[in-house]
């Protein structure tokens, strides 16, 4: 250890900190002093003797707020250099109405972040509270009476110590000078005690307990779950945004000299699909920067003839068939519909080998069904190989693929306890076929 602790800045820092908590709590001691006010008759010892346990418990007290905890955590992160989390907090969780819940769910064995701490742990703040004020009070009385000694020694002032039956007596000269540097020291050292004892038990009192880290273990992977939702959300929109703007331009620049209003049509078509996308995206990186966003935007199954209308602008033919309440569809599911949509969509134009775009929704009380079929190249229908169904033509030139579209389309449906398959269907045609059922999404 040596001297190195008498050397740093934190440790007085830290001695500061508990002379701040001593002094915290002299506006207790009034009402401490009740009871031995009241039994004025009593000896001045058991005055003190009444006096000190009632003022104990009151800054007990003071401890089990949860105000109280929180500022002692911040203080002690920036006074003691101990790195403690913040107390879990009832912060909105990632599924509000406004985002849509999450599928995914913490442990079960995982306590809620709002759920009130367990008896034991509540105590551990007081506990904390009364060693920060006892430390306080001793280290400044000590750290007081050595820093006094040191000042008045130099300067003539006589000192005398028993001990054992032996008395020292300190009359001036270079031995006045040297038990002053040994106050100094003392003193020192004092502080360096004071602060290493708040450094050792601050993770153990102020630190989470385990109960916390279950809790805060759950908002990671709340939030977790959240931006794998995000992600799989700005696949599909920008995917798509991207795919049919490109398409979109190379079909405005054959009709530009022929049929003008056609190309402006199309241009027309490719900056409200750049709009939209861009919605997304600032949303997005706004949540994982981790900074006030606006709220998500949302676009459901009524959307579904905006998307299709892009889509034609871009050359495409599409042949949608569309059965059942669409609009009653909830919000959850139909937000996901539309995405699994999207992205079937999308995958079409990219992987397609030309033809009609076959779209099939179909709305029942018990269940959705979605289903997108395009052709594909030749040879494309054997379904072997991971090129299976992304056809032959020049959208698979032109649009290279990640290979993340159809696992994360099963991810997606996996969550919402749907089934989903995709494949061949007859030769040179490719299937997204997927049912979500509404109860187990409700």
Not at 37 to 45: E, K, M, V
Not at 271 to 293: C, F, I, K, N
Request: proline residues 8%.
């Amino acid at each position: 250890m040596g001297i190195r602790p008498l050397l740093r800045g934190s440790t007085y820092s830290g001695a500061l900190f508990a002379y701040c908590g001593a002094l915290a709590s002299l506006p207790l001691l009034p009402f401490a002093m009740l009871p031995a006010l009241a039994w004025r008759s009593a000896p001045y010892g058991v005055q003190v003797v009444l006096t000190l346990p009632v003022w104990a418990v009151l800054i007990g007290v003071a401890g089990l707020s949860r105000p109280a905890r929180r500022v002692l955590i911040v203080c002690a992160r920036r006074l003691l250099n101990v790195p403690l989390p913040d107390p879990v907090a009832a912060r909105r969780p990632a599924n509000s109405p406004e985002n849509g819940p999450i599928p995914t769910a913490p442990s079960p064995t995982a306590p809620s972040p709002t759920a009130p701490a367990p008896a034991a742990d509540r105590w551990r703040t007081p506990l904390w509270l009364l060693l920060h004020v006892a430390l306080g009070w001793t280290g400044a009385l000590v750290s007081g009476v050595l820093l006094l000694a040191a000042l008045t020694l130099p300067l003539g002032a006589e000192a005398g110590l028993s001990l054992f039956g032996r008395s020292v007596r300190v009359m001036g000269g270079w031995q006045s000078w040297a038990v002053a540097l040994g106050c100094v020291l003392l003193g020192a050292a004092g502080c360096a005690v004071v602060t290493g004892t708040l450094r050792w038990s601050a993770p153990r009192l102020l630190g989470p307990s385990p109960a916390e880290r279950l809790a805060l273990a759950a908002e990671r992977e709340l939030a977790l779950a959240e931006r794998n939702r995000l992600a799989h959300e700005l696949h599909d929109s920008i995917g798509h945004t991207l795919t049919a703007t490109t398409i979109q331009a190379a079909v405005a620049g054959e009709v530009l000299s022929a049929d003008p209003a056609a190309a402006r049509s199309v241009l027309r078509s490719i900056e409200e699909s750049a709009r939209a996308a861009l919605e997304d995206l600032d949303y997005v990186l706004g949540v994982l920067r981790e900074q006030e966003t606006e709220t998500a935007p949302t676009r459901t199954l009524a959307d579904l003839p905006e998307l299709l209308d892009r889509l034609r602008h871009a050359g495409a033919v599409v042949e949608p068939e569309l059965s059942g309440a669409l609009t009653q569809v909830q919000g959850t599911l139909s937000r996901a519909a539309y995405r699994i949509l999207q992205e079937g969509l999308t995958n079409a134009l990219r992987h397609g080998a030309g033809g009609p775009i076959e779209v099939r929704v179909s709305a029942a009380p018990d269940g959705l069904e979605l289903s997108v079929v395009n052709r594909t190249g030749a040879g494309a229908s054997t379904g072997k190989g991971k090129d299976a169904g992304r056809g032959t033509g020049p959208g698979r030139e032109a649009f290279p693929t990640s290979g993340h579209g159809l696992p994360g389309l099963a991810e997606r449906v996996r969550l919402l306890h749907g089934e989903i398959e995709a494949g061949p269907d007859g030769p040179q045609r490719w299937r997204l076929a997927v049912r979500l059922p509404v109860r187990s999404s409700a």
